[in-house]
């Protein structure tokens, strides 16, 4: 099960990405593009502190890196959603992602950030036995998105993913804009402005692996140095800084990374 075609109803061809780039910053890299990136605007209810809304730094550095493969598993038009997990057991994640415009590196609201991924035996919904391993199979679970907020943040819930034949732990991503929200919660038609995978610490995976259900993965384990798609690249390839939620793997992690896609 590596990132090549497959056939079936999903748009199963990995889309090869040349031109467009995207930023990605992670840690107190993230932080100040937070904090600097926002053009000044009235506060309003609801709305971040004042220093989220900070003019941009002049002094603001983006870095960039290529967009990624899109896979074989990408379902159109999945649910605009908060959590994804469904009834998925695994380790929770709590994904905290940001968007900004990798020119001005000001937030972009109003944007769908999707993501996909598989469950902690490597299975994706819609593809389920690909990677060995029979489980019902709703079409559905781990996948979703939601819109950005005014800042740029989108906040996603769903469960530590496992790994399937040849690539290492990953969770795909897309992010478009001028999406139509539809009466069935999905979305329809906007534009594309990003396809990438999110990446995680090979040592904390490792903890996660060990432990059930991660553990009742029957397929061998590929790591990030063996990975044919991570380019050891950290935050600029996508890597999420991750923090523990307890004091055990089980008890799970927040994910954060900030994104700057070229909205040109």
Same mark, same amino acid.
């Given at each position: 099960m590596t990132d090549t075609p497959s056939k079936g109803t999903a748009n199963a061809t990995p889309t090869s990405i040349g031109r467009r780039t995207v930023l990605i910053a992670t840690g107190a890299t993230a932080a100040t593009l937070a904090v600097t *990136?926002?053009?000044? /605007?009235? %506060? &309003?209810?609801?709305? =971040? /502190?004042? *220093?989220?809304?900070? %003019? #941009?730094?002049? !002094?603001? #550095?983006? =870095?960039? =890196?290529? /967009?990624? &493969? /899109?896979? %074989? @598993?990408y379902l159109d038009g999945q649910l605009v959603r908060a959590d994804i997990s469904e009834d998925k057991t695994g380790f929770p994640l709590e994904l905290t992602l940001t968007v900004v415009d990798d020119d001005t590196c000001a937030p972009l609201g109003n944007a769908l950030v999707e993501i996909w991924h598989s469950d902690a035996l490597g299975e994706y919904s819609g593809f389920v036995g690909n990677n060995g391993h029979n489980e019902p199979d709703n079409g559905t679970f781990l996948r979703g998105g939601v819109l950005t907020n005014s800042s740029g943040v989108a906040k996603i819930t769903t469960v530590y993913p496992g790994w399937y034949r040849g690539r290492c732990v990953h969770i795909h991503i897309k992010v478009h804009t001028d999406v139509t929200l539809t009466s069935d919660g999905s979305f329809e038609g906007g534009r594309e402005l990003h396809t990438g995978q999110l990446f995680f610490a090979e040592a904390i995976t490792t903890?996660?692996?060990?432990? !059930?259900? @991660? !553990?009742?993965? &029957?397929v061998a384990r590929t790591t990030l140095a063996q990975d044919s798609i991570y380019d050891d690249g950290g935050a600029a390839s996508g890597l999420l800084t991750l923090t523990a939620l307890g004091g055990s793997p089980s008890a799970g992690y927040s994910g954060t990374l900030t994104l700057g896609v070229e909205q040109g």
């Open positions: *990136a926002a053009a000044p /605007e009235a %506060p &309003t209810a609801g709305t =971040t /502190e004042a *220093a989220d809304t900070a %003019p #941009v730094a002049a !002094s603001a #550095v983006c =870095t960039l =890196t290529k /967009e990624m &493969t /899109e896979g %074989p @598993y903890r996660v692996a060990a432990l !059930s259900p @991660y !553990s009742a993965n &029957t």
